[in-house]
């Protein structure tokens, strides 16, 4: 496969911006270079790497049993991973076309945030900020319709909100300076911090996400 696969289907306009999706079969040189230029942990491009097994278990340093799942390196790499992480915390079973629909789904539900109207936009001020570090508004608006638009903390920022549960994203211990030999991962973002209890006074679990320090995200279970 290239690097980015086949990345139908493709997304509708977003009303108020007149934006048609266009997405390449793999990004032009400088939009890759775009995103690489993306700060490490806000946008990862999900290429694809050598064959990986599927699970992997290891400790996280606070002695957490974490799972790895791994997830399609076709440019969705952190919709997947939160697509498959918020169906495992209500045990509900999402793969193939279902997984590729529901990620697709949170991207677009991003783009409705931030694109439709000023109104809904003001609800995501952290993001919009974090937003025009990289982009002018309506660039931005264009990119994340199109399927090889990899996410990143804008999207983190936005989804937690939306799904009203934090996400902690992790990397591999020996990655970060933790010196404990890839025994286990370290957080090193935690989004939707406010969401960690619900109304009725219920705790809410995060959905974990594995950044490999370049370029994908993958899923950690308990």
Same mark, same amino acid.
């Given at each position: 496969?290239?690097?980015?696969?086949?990345?139908?289907?493709?997304?509708?306009?977003?009303?108020?911006?007149?934006?048609?999706?266009?997405?390449?079969?793999?990004?032009?040189?400088?939009?890759?270079?775009?995103?690489?230029?993306?700060?490490?942990?806000?946008?990862?491009?999900?290429?694809?790497?050598?064959?990986?097994?599927?699970?992997? @278990?290891?400790?996280?340093?606070?002695?957490?049993?974490?799972?790895? @799942?791994? @997830?399609?390196?076709?440019?969705?790499?952190?919709?997947?991973?939160?697509?498959?992480?918020?169906?495992?915390?209500?045990?509900?079973?999402?793969?193939?076309?279902?997984?590729?629909?529901?990620?697709?789904?949170?991207?677009?539900?991003?783009?409705?945030?931030?694109?439709?109207?000023?109104?809904?936009?003001?609800?995501?001020?952290?993001?919009?900020?974090?937003?025009?570090?990289?982009?002018?508004?309506?660039?931005?608006?264009?990119?994340?319709?199109?399927?090889?638009?990899?996410?990143?903390?804008?999207?983190?920022? @936005?989804?937690?909100?939306?799904?009203?549960?934090?996400?902690?994203?992790?990397?591999?211990?020996?990655?970060?300076?933790?010196?404990?030999?890839?025994?286990?991962?370290?957080?090193?973002?935690?989004?939707?911090?406010?969401?960690?209890?619900?109304?009725?006074?219920?705790?809410?679990?995060?959905?974990?996400?594995?950044?490999?320090?370049?370029?994908?995200?993958?899923?950690?279970?308990?």
């Amino acid at each position: 496969l290239p690097p980015h696969g086949n990345m139908a289907p493709r997304f509708d306009t977003v009303p108020g911006f007149g934006l048609n999706l266009a997405a390449p079969a793999e990004p032009a040189p400088k939009e890759r270079a775009r995103n690489r230029r993306r700060s490490p942990v806000a946008s990862l491009s999900c290429a694809f790497p050598g064959p990986q097994p599927l699970f992997e @278990v290891s400790r996280a340093p606070a002695g957490e049993l974490l799972t790895v @799942v791994k @997830v399609t390196p076709d440019g969705r790499c952190l919709f997947r991973s939160l697509a498959l992480g918020l169906a495992a915390l209500k045990g509900e079973p999402l793969a193939g076309k279902m997984e590729q629909d529901q990620a697709d789904k949170l991207r677009l539900a991003v783009a409705d945030s931030l694109c439709r109207t000023p109104a809904r936009r003001a609800d995501f001020p952290e993001a919009v900020m974090a937003l025009k570090l990289e982009a002018t508004l309506p660039t931005y608006c264009k990119r994340i319709l199109d399927t090889t638009f990899w996410g990143g903390e804008v999207e983190l920022l @936005v989804l937690s909100k939306l799904i009203r549960r934090p996400i902690h994203v992790y990397m591999r211990a020996n990655q970060t300076g933790g010196g404990r030999g890839g025994a286990g991962f370290i957080p090193i973002q935690k989004y939707g911090e406010d969401f960690s209890v619900s109304d009725t006074g219920k705790t809410r679990k995060p959905v974990r996400v594995l950044y490999n320090g370049s370029d994908h995200y993958d899923l950690l279970i308990k």
